[in-house]
C-alpha cells in the first residue's frame, strides 16, 4: 500500500491508508486513546479502541517513529475534519530517552540556549519548522524571479585568497600551508561573472568573524546575492530588488500559506513605488524629530532605523524605505560615488519594518578608477579581481539580503537564532 501524508485524508476517505510518522501524543480515555502522528505535513489524529491495541501503544514514548494502517472517516472533533480508525500500529524506530522538552505543546517551553543545544529536536516542532519553510520558500521566489529575468545562477568559491571588505572580520585557515580565509561574500566573483553571463545570482552561506553578540549577527549566514551589468545607476539595481522582494512575498503566499497561518505571519505588501529617502535627508529628518545630533555621522544606528521605519509606515504605508547615497567613507572601495556629490556613494540599504535588510549599489568598472581608489597599489590577493577590468567590464551593481534577517523580520522573531538552521555566532560551534 502506497504510504499516504496526514494532509491528504479527505481525498481517502472510507479507504484504507498507511501512514508513517512520529508519535507526538497520546491522550487516554476510559474507553478510547487519541494516538497524534506527526509527518512532514502536519497531524494525523488516529482513534485507538481496541483494548489490547490500546495497552500495547500506550508503552510508546513520545517520538517513536510508527506506521498505521486504518481506514479514514470524517470527523468534526479532528483538527483536519478526518481521523484513523481500526488501526494497526506497528514501530519502525524505537525511542531511547526522553526528549528534552515536549513537543506537543504550541510552543517550546525551554530557554532558547536549551532549544539551540537541542536543534535536532526542537526543529522537529510545527512552529519551528514553519519558520524554514518560509525560508524556503524565501530562496524560491528569489530564484524565480531572477531566472524570469535571464540572470544566470552561480556557485562561487568559499575559500579565498584574500578578504572581501575587510581583513579585521575573516576567518583565516591554512589552505595546504599557505593562507586563507572564508569568504566573507561572492563579491568579486559576482562582478567577474558580470562580464561573462551579465546577470548572475547565488544563494550560499558567507563567513564573518565579526565578534558581535547580538540578537541580529551571525558568523555564518545564507546571503541570496545578484549583480547585474549596463546599468544606468543604482537606482535599476533598486528596481530588480524590488521586483525579488515582491517575488519572494508571492511566493511565500503560494508556498507555504499553512506555515504563515501557524505563525500569524502578515506578509508585507510591497508597493510599486518604494519609497526613497537619502541618506542626509534621513540624518536631518531623524535630528528635526528627535533632537539627536546625527548629521554628519557615518551610519545610521539600529534605533534611527527604526525612525525610518515607523515614518515609511506612517507617511508612505510601506513596510519598507530605500536609504540611498550612503557615505563612501562608510562603503568598501569598489563602491560607485555620487557624480555630483562625490563624498556619498550610489548605493543604497533596503530598511524592511525598521531593520536594515539588503545593502546594494552601483560598483566602479574601469581598471583605473580602482587603482586610484585603492592609491595605486594592489594589495596581495587582490590580482586576479582587478584584472577582469583590465579587459572591459560594463556598469554594473548589485545587492546581498540576509535569508536569516529576512525570516526574522518576517515572523516577528527577537532573535536571528530562532530562525538558524544551527546557528553559528561568538560562542557557538555545535551542535
Known amino acids: ?58 508503552e510508546y514514548m513520545p517520538e517513536t517513529v510508527i506506521e498505521v494502517r486504518g481506514r479514514v472517516v470524517a470527523s468534526e472533533q479532528a483538527t483536519s475534519g478526518f481521523e484513523i480508525h481500526d488501526p494497526e500500529i506497528a514501530v519502525i524506530s524505537a525511542v531511547t530517552e526522553q526528549t528534552p522538552f515536549e513537543l506537543r505543546r504550541k510552543e517550546i517551553n525551554a530557554q532558547l540556549p536549551t532549544v539551540l543545544d537541542n536543534a535536532a529536536v526542537a526543529l522537529r516542532h510545527p512552529a519551528k519548522r514553519a519558520a524554514f519553510r518560509l525560508s524556503a520558500a524565501a530562496m524560491q521566489g528569489f530564484r524565480s524571479t531572477l531566472d524570469s529575468r535571464g540572470f544566470t545562477e552561480i556557485a562561487t568559491p568559499k ?61 555564518q549566514y545564507v546571503s541570496m546575492d545578484a549583480e547585474m551589468g549596463f546599468i544606468e545607476s543604482h537606482r535599476d539595481v533598486m528596481a530588480v530588488l524590488s521586483d525579488v522582494i515582491a517575488g519572494m512575498v508571492t511566493t511565500s503566499q503560494e508556498m507555504a500559506s499553512t506555515a504563515l497561518e501557524l505563525l500569524g505571519v502578515d506578509l508585507p505588501v510591497v508597493p510599486d513605488e518604494i519609497p526613497v529617502v537619502h541618506f542626509r535627508t534621513a540624518q536631518e529628518m531623524i535630528e528635526a524629530a528627535t533632537g539627536e545630533s546625527v548629521v554628519g555621522e557615518p551610519d545610521l544606528a539600529p534605533a534611527h532605523e527604526r525612525w525610518l521605519g515607523e515614518w515609511a509606515k506612517t507617511e508612505h504605508g510601506s513596510d519598507f524605505v530605500f536609504v540611498e547615497g550612503y557615505p563612501m567613507a562608510k562603503r568598501p572601495f569598489y563602491t560607485y560615488p555620487d557624480p555630483d556629490r562625490p563624498e556619498f556613494s550610489q548605493s543604497f540599504d533596503l530598511l ?51 535569508l536569516e534577517r529576512w525570516v526574522a523580520r518576517l515572523t516577528g522573531a527577537q532573535n536571528v537564532r530562532e530562525v538558524t538552521l544551527f546557528p553559528r555566532d561568538l560562542n557557538r560551534l555545535t551542535p
Open 1 to 58: 500500500m502506497t504510504r499516504t501524508y496526514s494532509d491528504a485524508l479527505a481525498a481517502h476517505q472510507d479507504e484504507p491508508v498507511r501512514l508513517q510518522g512520529w508519535l507526538l501524543h497520546q491522550r487516554r480515555l476510559a474507553n478510547v486513546s487519541f494516538v497524534l502522528l506527526r509527518d512532514a505535513r502536519g497531524i494525523a489524529q488516529v482513534v485507538v479502541s481496541d483494548t489490547a491495541e490500546r495497552e500495547r501503544v500506550s
Open 159 to 219: 575559500i579565498v585568497a584574500a578578504a572581501t571588505e575587510s581583513g579585521a572580520n575573516v576567518f583565516a585557515i591554512d589552505y595546504f600551508g599557505r593562507p586563507a580565509y572564508l569568504a566573507q561574500s561572492p563579491q568579486f566573483y559576482k562582478q567577474k561573472m558580470v562580464g561573462v553571463f551579465e546577470q548572475v545570482y547565488e544563494i550560499a552561506p558567507v563567513f564573518r568573524a565579526e565578534p558581535h553578540d547580538t540578537v541580529r549577527h551571525l558568523a
Open 352 to 402: 524592511f519594518r525598521g531593520l536594515e535588510l539588503v545593502t546594494g549599489g552601483q560598483r566602479l568598472h574601469a581598471y583605473s578608477d580602482y587603482l586610484a581608489a585603492l592609491d595605486g597599489e594592489v594589495p596581495e590577493g587582490f590580482e586576479g579581481y582587478l584584472d577582469a577590468f583590465k579587459f572591459g567590464m560594463p556598469p554594473h551593481g548589485g545587492f546581498a539580503i540576509g
